[in-house]
């Protein structure tokens, strides 16, 4: 089973910007979707984008975050990334990265500050 392991996480200002990376243990070609989360403290689990393999890469995102975040997926390099950018203090989370099988990884964690 594939392994997602996330990093790339920190302490930013407002406004600022981070791009996550989720780097795979083995190849990500025929993982059908990889999913980013976050959890805030207190808060449930929330789908931050879902992104598709394919020759083209169907991205999805949670209208919190739709304009400010960008995913990607670089096949080569097995790694899946989360550009973040217009960040705001309600961006503070750990951010998952997760095949549909796989297994919950550690997680990054993003912190925002005003």
């Known amino acids: 089973q594939v392994q997602l392991v996330e990093s790339g996480g920190g302490l930013v200002q407002a406004g600022g910007s981070l791009r996550l990376s989720c780097v795979a243990s083995g190849s990500i070609v025929s993982i059908s979707v990889i999913y980013w989360y976050r959890q805030a403290p207190g808060k449930q689990r929330e789908l931050v984008a879902a992104?598709?393999?394919?020759?083209?890469?169907?991205?999805d995102y949670a209208d919190s975050v739709k304009g400010r975040f960008t995913c990607s997926r670089d096949n080569a390099k097995n790694t899946v990334y989360l550009q973040m950018n217009s960040l705001k203090p309600e961006d503070t989370a750990v951010y998952y990265c997760k095949s549909p099988s796989g297994p919950w990884g550690r997680g990054t964690q993003v912190t925002v500050s005003s």
């Open positions: 992104i598709s393999s394919g020759s083209v890469n169907y991205v």
